[in-house]
Nanobody
């Protein structure tokens, strides 16, 4: 059974940092692009960042560009999201997904979602 498990969330003060991890089990996704999305209460799930299967290409939402860094370790079947200079508006549940096709910024292009990890930034 394919499973993605996110971890690393928590409560942090504004300006702080967190590193999220997304570990895949059940099959390897070393040939798939992966992405991070987030969902705040009452809002739709929104694109945060994506990384190509090789790690050679990355794209970010404008709201996190310059602050967040996505990376991956295919040997560990894990994707990471380093989040620096966190702001209160970054508060959300963060999800990782496997890109199955379509546009990289479209939530419908991804599948195999994990259960998410809560990130709360206090101002």
């Amino acid at each position: 059974q394919v499973q993605l498990v996110e971890s690393g969330g928590g409560l942090v003060q504004a300006g702080g940092s967190l590193r999220l991890s997304c570990a895949a089990s059940g099959r390897t996704f070393s040939r798939n692009a992966m992405g991070w999305f987030r969902q705040a209460p009452g809002r739709e799930r929104e694109f945060v960042a994506t990384i190509s299967w090789s790690g050679g290409s990355t794209y970010y939402a404008d709201s996190v560009k310059g602050r967040f860094t996505i990376s991956r370790d295919n040997a560990k079947n894990t994707v990471y999201l380093q989040m620096n200079s966190l702001k209160a508006e970054d508060t959300a549940v963060y999800y990782c997904g496997v890109r199955l096709g379509g546009n990289y910024y479209d939530v419908h292009s991804y599948g195999y979602w994990g259960q998410g990890t809560q990130v709360t930034v206090s101002s």
